[in-house]
């Protein structure tokens, strides 16, 4: 158990709906990254915070929307749902920056009908 | 275009062989190079970060080892609980976005 909790674990929904995706990292770490991963495409990575604020921004569609509260637990917003959207969605947090250790959480699997 | 090419994209060894995996990578200023281990179904694991070249690093049975256009992750007479997709990412200086490569698939058989 890497510390990091990741809700709902799967998530079933259609095309063109939204949904919002939740990540609460390990006590006292102040970074939340989220990746996509699809058997297609690898793992890719999308965002990244850093005690509430945007540090950096990979690979992210207009259509996706990401924030990290002042309690650093974040959510991922994906709006606007297509097929291709289905994945697994990680999240991961660490102390500082990357170059720390970082510790995924279990991940969400989403399935866009 | 920055990239991450790992290989071979999948490897089997018998326990005990030892071998290496590479980690090619083209980068407009790298920052840093990580590795990862990861079981099916789960989130990656960290496993090491990788600054200059010429750097090296050992945990138990694997070493990376970093040059200016490559890394290698060696095995160590590897056990068949070592059987995982193993990650190669860098991380680029001017906007700090990380790149994964695709993976190789690592399977030792006992």
């Known amino acids: 158990d890497s510390g990091v909790t990741q809700t709902p674990k799967h998530l079933i929904t259609a095309t063109g709906q939204r949904v919002t995706l939740r990540c609460s990292p390990r006590s006292g770490d102040l970074s939340v990254y989220w990746y996509q991963q699809s058997l297609d495409q690898g793992l890719q990575f999308l965002i990244h915070?850093?005690?509430?604020?945007?540090?950096a921004k990979g690979n992210i569609l207009e259509r996706f929307s990401a924030q990290q509260f002042p309690d650093l637990h974040s959510e991922l917003n994906l709006s606007s749902l297509e097929l291709g959207d289905s994945a697994l969605y990680f999240c991961?947090?660490?102390?500082?920056?990357?170059?720390?250790?970082?510790?995924f959480g279990p991940g969400t699997r989403l399935t866009v009908l | 275009e920055d990239q991450v090419t790992q290989s071979p994209e999948a490897l089997r060894l018998q326990e005990g062989e030892s071998s290496s995996l590479n980690c090619s990578y083209t980068v407009s200023g790298l920052r840093g190079l990580f590795w990862y281990r990861q079981d099916p179904g789960k989130g990656p694991e960290f496993l090491f970060t990788?600054?200059?070249a010429g750097e090296e690093k050992e945990k138990e049975r694997l070493k990376a080892t970093l040059t200016k256009k490559e890394s290698f992750l060696h095995i160590t007479a590897p056990k068949p609980e070592d059987s995982a997709t193993y990650l190669c990412a860098v991380q680029r200086n001017r906007d700090d976005k990380i790149i994964f490569g695709k993976g190789t698939r690592l399977h030792i058989l006992p």
């Open positions: 915070y850093y005690n509430g604020e945007e540090r």
């Open positions: 990788l600054y200059s």
């Open positions: 991961a947090s660490s102390v500082d920056g990357p170059y720390n250790e970082q510790f």
